[in-house]
């Protein structure tokens, strides 16, 4: 699986970077992300994370385009269970890759998105030792990414996603785990 991944993603910035119709970018924004847990589907709250990277815009047409992305995304859940009191932090490098539709500088975005996990932690609320997850998470997580967004004509443009986990976060063994993250964001498109 990882190597499909990994030959999808060369595949994408390779026809990105020889298209002729290809603008790049960069954004930011806030992550506000929770996990569907089956070990506590009452007792998970929203953590506050970040995102950060780059873009790649392809347009097809007129009114569409495809939109290669690599981001550093900081997001998590925080857990009120009394044996699990805190929260988990998971820091990944996500690659969506989203088809948009253009009208008027509006977008209208979805497609998949692939996370290789860098780092998961365990942070206690009581100030205990963190504990580290790697362990026992998948080192690749897949969600679906749904959203919109507005380019202005000076090629500064505001984003808003909601990535939907589609598989299990941790390994086999473990009860089902998937993200949810809401993603909020200032992208700059170059060359616009």
């Known amino acids: 699986m990882k190597k499909l991944s990994f030959v999808l993603i060369a595949f994408t910035v390779a026809t990105a ?23 506590a589907p009452d ?15 392809i347009h097809l047409s007129r009114s ?21 009191n805190g929260e988990t932090q998971n820091s990944y490098i996500s690659v969506p890759v989203l088809l948009q539709y253009m009208v008027s500088g509006l977008r209208l975005q979805t497609g998949p998105q692939v996370g290789f996990l860098l780092n998961s932690k365990f942070k206690p609320s009581n100030g205990g030792a963190e504990g580290d997850l790697k362990d026992v998470s998948r ?18 443009g505001v984003d808003a996603r909601y990535n939907l986990g589609i598989a299990n976060m941790y390994e086999n063994g473990r009860a089902d785990a998937k993200s949810r993250v809401w993603q909020f964001g200032l992208f700059y498109q170059f060359k616009h």
């Open 17 to 39: 970077a020889f298209s002729q119709k290809t603008q790049f970018g960069i954004k930011a924004g806030v992550n506000v992300s929770d996990v569907k847990d089956d070990l």
């Open 43 to 57: 007792n998970t709250d929203s953590k506050v994370g970040f995102h950060v990277g780059g873009l790649a815009h």
């Open 64 to 84: 569409f385009a495809v939109q290669p992305e690599v981001t550093y995304s900081l997001q998590g859940a925080k857990y009120t269970l009394p044996s699990y």
């Open 139 to 156: 080192d690749i997580n897949f969600e679906w990414a749904f959203g919109a967004g507005y380019l202005t004509p000076s090629g500064l």
